[in-house]
């Protein structure tokens, strides 16, 4: 239904929307600003490939298990109760497959748009940068093209005017490791037309997605709705001194059996994304608050290169074997 997919922009949930697009039968191709771009995102084009072979590895391992329903790669694998060691194997050698001939990176946008069916940017979250994207992409995308946008905390009506297509635009949120967490969250604003939102819902489903329809607009959606107070009240005792990140995370997982902390699960979104939804916020720009001596933190880890799980080392070291 959707055969032509565009990804704007090759960051940690851009790559990941792309690479399960491409997985289950979709024609990809990356827009990426330069070549510094390319050689940013092929390194996470491969990580996040070998993450969902992996994940397909451990699945076979759970065929049997009593706990495989809720511990197997649901992106991945379709109908659990008829997957066996030979119906997994297919699938890793379809994605071996898809991978060499549906997965595309340019850097000329009129050739990233030219015939796409669904355009999903997935850019910093920086409301100028969004717009300028829009605004360059507005007329080089086909008539039939659905435009989505995949902010983890801006609303859509924030850009529907300057997309060209208000009633195609609605925003497409998915979770972090889409293979396993395979939620879609979708917003539309005022505009968005029924059948966009529909068609949305039959992507979302394409790609083995759960598609999940908010009835309003609401800045982060339903997850980030909980996840970002959770992660900045974590990141509060971090800036006031309270506690130091290895220790906040140690008190969570110990108080709620949780696998992971607030600081690990923001190495795995990615710190420039915390400092950049972190900064958006209007006290961030006091310099007395906390919210300022956060932004200054977690920059003084990014000037650094520790960056999160991509870069090797965020709030944790995973070069250590």
């Given at each position: 239904?959707?055969?032509?997919?565009?990804?704007?922009?090759?960051g940690v949930?851009?790559?990941?929307?792309?690479l399960?697009?491409?997985?289950?039968?979709?024609?990809?191709?990356?827009?990426?600003?330069?070549?510094?771009s390319?050689?940013?995102?092929?390194?996470?084009?491969?990580?996040?490939?070998?993450?969902?072979?992996?994940?397909?590895?451990?699945?076979?391992?759970?065929?049997?298990?009593?706990?495989?329903?809720?511990?197997?790669?649901?992106?991945?694998?379709?109908?659990?109760?008829?997957?066996?060691n030979?119906?997994?194997?297919?699938?890793?050698?379809?994605?071996?497959?898809?991978?060499?001939?549906?997965?595309?990176?340019?850097?000329?946008?009129?050739?990233?748009?030219?015939?796409a069916d669904?355009?999903?940017?997935?850019?910093?979250e920086d409301?100028?940068?969004?717009i300028?994207?829009?605004?360059?992409?507005?007329?080089?995308?086909?008539?039939?093209?659905?435009l989505?946008?995949?902010?983890?905390?801006?609303?859509?009506?924030?850009?529907a005017?300057?997309?060209?297509?208000?009633?195609k635009f609605?925003?497409?949120h998915?979770?972090n490791?889409?293979?396993?967490?395979?939620?879609?969250?979708?917003?539309?604003?005022?505009?968005?037309?029924?059948?966009?939102?529909?068609?949305?819902?039959?992507?979302?489903?394409?790609?083995?997605?759960?598609?999940?329809v908010?009835?309003?607009?609401?800045?982060?959606?339903?997850?980030?709705?909980?996840?970002?107070?959770?992660?900045?009240?974590?990141?509060?005792?971090?800036?006031?001194?309270?506690?130091?990140?290895?220790?906040?995370?140690?008190?969570w997982?110990?108080?709620?059996?949780?696998?992971?902390?607030?600081?690990?699960?923001?190495?795995?979104?990615?710190?420039?994304?915390?400092?950049?939804?972190?900064s958006?916020?209007?006290?961030?720009k006091?310099?007395n608050?906390?919210?300022?001596?956060?932004?200054?933190?977690?920059?003084?880890?990014?000037?650094?290169?520790?960056?999160?799980?991509?870069?090797?080392?965020g709030?944790?070291?995973?070069?250590?074997?």
């Amino acid at each position: 239904m959707y055969p032509n997919v565009t990804i704007i922009g090759g960051g940690v949930l851009g790559t990941q929307i792309g690479l399960m697009a491409a997985y289950t039968g979709h024609h990809v191709t990356f827009w990426l600003r330069s070549e510094g771009s390319i050689g940013r995102t092929q390194p996470k084009l491969d990580h996040y490939s070998q993450e969902m072979t992996k994940a397909l590895d451990q699945a076979k391992a759970l065929i049997n298990n009593p706990m495989g329903a809720y511990l197997y790669p649901r992106g991945l694998v379709a109908d659990w109760k008829s997957a066996t060691n030979e119906s997994i194997d297919a699938c890793k050698a379809q994605w071996e497959k898809n991978q060499k001939e549906l997965l595309h990176i340019t850097l000329d946008m009129e050739e990233a748009l030219k015939d796409a069916d669904i355009v999903i940017e997935a850019m910093t979250e920086d409301p100028a940068q969004k717009i300028d994207i829009f605004t360059r992409m507005k007329d080089l995308m086909p008539e039939k093209t659905i435009l989505c946008t995949n902010s983890s905390t801006l609303l859509p009506s924030m850009f529907a005017q300057y997309t060209g297509r208000p009633e195609k635009f609605c925003s497409l949120h998915f979770a972090n490791e889409i293979w396993k967490s395979n939620t879609a969250e979708i917003m539309g604003h005022p505009g968005t037309a029924r059948e966009t939102i529909e068609a949305v819902v039959a992507f979302a489903k394409d790609i083995n997605m759960i598609p999940l329809v908010l009835h309003k607009e609401q800045p982060g959606y339903i997850l980030n709705s909980m996840l970002v107070p959770f992660l900045e009240s974590a990141e509060m005792l971090w800036a006031k001194g309270v506690a130091d990140p290895e220790t906040i995370d140690l008190t969570w997982k110990l108080a709620t059996s949780a696998p992971a902390g607030p600081f690990q699960i923001m190495d795995i979104v990615g710190l420039k994304t915390c400092y950049d939804i972190v900064s958006m916020k209007e006290e961030s720009k006091d310099e007395n608050s906390v919210y300022h001596k956060v932004t200054v933190m977690l920059k003084e880890k990014l000037d650094k290169g520790e960056g999160g799980v991509n870069s090797g080392k965020g709030f944790y070291d995973y070069t250590k074997k």
